[in-house]
């Protein structure tokens, strides 16, 4: 059976490394199938950029941040924002640019699913999502 290709939306990420209650527990274990390769885990090139600005500024600490960079890029592909990504996100005028760009970037990549807690904000994106406790029902 072919895994899954999930892009991994910014705030599971940031769940787990801020220790966000209550999604703490369900974006952890989304993680740890992709690091144990139960599904093909993914995230944007400014995906990175966004999760790095936030340790930073949460943690104020340049070393932790990094630390937190590089477990994600262990557990994690990354996948290119292209040109074409931006202008199609662009010609979209959607509310969340950035929630359009992820939608644009999973469709290009051909990933089955968006994993996030905001399933609403993408609903106009043409995208399937799934949040966290719904994935993992279907591993367990």
């Known amino acids: ?46 995906s990175i950029t966004d999760i790095f600005y936030i340790l930073q500024r949460s943690l104020h600490d340049t070393e932790a941040s990094y630390d937190a960079l590089g477990a994600v890029l262990d557990i994690a592909r990354v996948i290119p924002v292209t040109g074409e990504n931006v202008l199609e996100a662009y010609s979209l005028k959607a509310p969340d640019f950035e929630d359009c760009l992820l939608a644009t970037c999973a469709r290009s990549f051909g ?23 719904d994935l993992l029902d279907t591993f367990f």
């Open 111 to 133: 990933c089955d699913a968006i994993v996030t807690r905001n399933s609403k904000d993408f609903k106009s994106f043409d995208v399937k999502t799934v949040e966290p406790k």
């Open 1 to 46: 059976m072919r895994k899954l290709n999930i892009l991994i939306d910014t705030n599971i990420f940031l769940d787990v490394f801020l220790q966000r209650p209550p999604f703490y527990e369900y974006s952890q274990n989304i993680l740890k199938l992709c690091e144990e390769h139960e599904i093909n885990g993914f995230l944007t090139a400014s």
